[in-house]
């Protein structure tokens, strides 16, 4: 929840900042999601899941890094501060966050693997969702009183609370507090698990291998596709020659997504119960195609609303059934390295898409005489048509591939 609570405060902002207050451009804006998670998956996969791997560390990887990336908040902007280039300052933020996320990543691999250790396949997506139900109240909390500290209480400019430092400190305020909880929660590790763990078990691990990586193909597109408008969703709303929306009424948008999260989270594991983790992960793909589409024609702001409650709903339910699908394909022993390769699918997806995609398709298109309004509009399309591609690849994977393999790994157990 304080997590989460972080995220909406800084990140909702952000990109607003990056944009209107500093004046980089759409394509610039969303180098602050690219850079930074290229960074926390290169150390999750290379450094940290190894790490976790070998010494079976979990909680101790989660509080280490949630101490050292507050104090680096903090270091990015007093450094931004010292520059009169607004552009320069800018880029600041974007290499700070860069190098906070080394130490992000150490809780982000921490946790994918220790929600496997804890709980069984069974429970999986039932926890997942419940973590995103939670969440979603301490989202609703942080964009609310980021949207308050952006302006100054609307007593000040906006940027004011980037630019003077309030929304860093509270955020870094938010990352030391986190790590109090974390002091009930057991270490983690699989070494009991792997003792009991049969011939059969691990050959069936090792027959998933290329169901794994098709799922991950799967997972490439839908939450690059979804998650590639998330840094200039915010900048399309407050366009003045469009919906000119006020930080305060951003806020509002943004907590219907929240307000979803957390009724969405509610059922999450009912849901994959009934239909299974499969079905459910396309339950949650088509919601967010929907929400894409919807969020490109309409020109009504009661419209957006229910696009950004879509998106919310879609948000948990592929989050939670992808996490409890992937979590059946991942031997114990590898867990760490693995859900480092699963999260990419899902950090990266907030930068690099941005970057490559949506940001570029608006840049060139206003460059060449569309209405910033259209030009935002053909990113959304874009980025709906790349979820539709994830979706097409994961029936494949549900409806085609995974029961002809099911089917010859029990020829070959002779079941």
Not at 195 to 215: D, L
Request: overall charge neutral.
């Amino acid at each position: 929840m304080i997590a989460m609570f972080r995220r909406g405060l800084f990140y909702s902002y952000l990109s607003i900042y990056l944009r209107h207050f500093l004046g980089l451009s759409v394509t610039e804006t969303t180098l602050f999601a690219t850079f930074p998670m290229v960074i926390n998956i290169i150390f999750q996969t290379f450094v940290w899941g190894a790490f976790s791997d070998k010494y079976q560390l979990r909680r101790t990887l989660i509080v280490c890094g949630e101490i050292l990336a507050g104090f680096g908040t903090v270091l990015v902007w007093y450094a931004h501060t010292l520059t009169a280039n607004l552009i320069l300052a800018g880029y600041v933020i974007i290499m700070g966050l860069s190098i906070v996320e080394i130490f992000w990543s150490m809780s982000n691999v921490g946790w994918s693997a220790l929600i496997s250790d804890i709980y069984p396949q069974e429970d999986r997506n039932t926890i997942q969702g419940r973590l995103a139900s939670v969440g979603g109240i301490g989202r609703i909390a942080g964009v609310w009183i980021g949207g308050l500290l952006y302006d100054g209480l609307s007593l000040k400019y906006e940027g004011w609370g980037f630019y003077e430092g309030a929304l860093f400190f509270v955020a870094a305020s938010a990352m030391f507090i986190s790590i109090v909880p974390m002091l009930w929660v057991p270490e983690g590790g699989i070494k009991k698990e792997m003792k009991t763990a049969s011939t059969q078990e691990i050959s069936v691990f090792e027959s998933y291998g290329k169901v794994f990586w098709i799922f991950i193909a799967a997972m490439v597109f839908i939450n690059f596709g979804r998650n590639s408008i998330a840094v200039i969703q915010s900048q399309y709303l407050v366009l003045d020659s469009g919906f000119a929306v006020s930080s305060k009424v951003l806020s509002y948008i943004v907590n219907t997504q929240s307000a979803a999260m957390i009724l969405t989270g509610l059922i999450a594991g009912w849901i994959g119960r009934k239909i299974g983790n499969g079905n459910s992960l396309l339950l949650g793909t088509v919601m967010a195609i929907g929400s894409l589409i919807l969020l490109a024609v309409t020109g009504d702001l009661v419209l957006i609303y229910i696009s950004n409650f879509l998106r919310g709903c879609s948000e948990v339910i592929v989050l939670a059934s992808s996490y409890a699908f992937a979590s059946v394909l991942i031997p114990p022993e590898r867990r760490a390295k693995l859900f480092s390769i699963y999260n990419a699918t899902y950090f990266l997806s907030w930068g690099i898409a941005g970057t490559f995609i949506a940001g570029p398709i608006t840049d060139i298109l206003m460059i060449y005489g569309a209405s910033e309004v259209f030009s935002y509009q053909m990113a959304f399309v874009a980025a709906a048509i790349i979820t539709l591609i994830g979706f097409i690849i994961q029936v494949f994977l549900s409806y085609v591939y995974i029961p002809k393999s099911s089917l010859e790994l029990e020829q070959t157990q002779g079941l």
